[in-house]
């Protein structure tokens, strides 16, 4: 095999392969996204109960602080 007919059968060959990995390479992008829209509601939910929280206390704050001042 010459080192021309090599070159073209590499170049076959990556040819041939290019539909597998770019099908490869949408799932792994498929992947991705939902992992990342995984961690998205993972950090949303404490930072939402971290405000649920901070907001109750305030609440309490205000009425049980003037009668301590008292």
Do not use: Y
């Amino acid at each position: 095999m010459s080192r021309e007919d090599e070159i073209v059968q590499l170049l076959t060959d990556m040819r041939d392969g290019q539909p597998e990995a770019l099908a490869r390479q949408r799932e792994h992008l498929e992947l991705a996204r939902a992992e990342a829209g995984h961690m998205r509601r993972t950090v949303e939910e404490p930072v939402a109960l971290q405000r649920a929280a901070i907001e109750r206390m305030n609440r309490v704050s205000r009425i049980v602080v003037p009668f301590i001042v008292h």
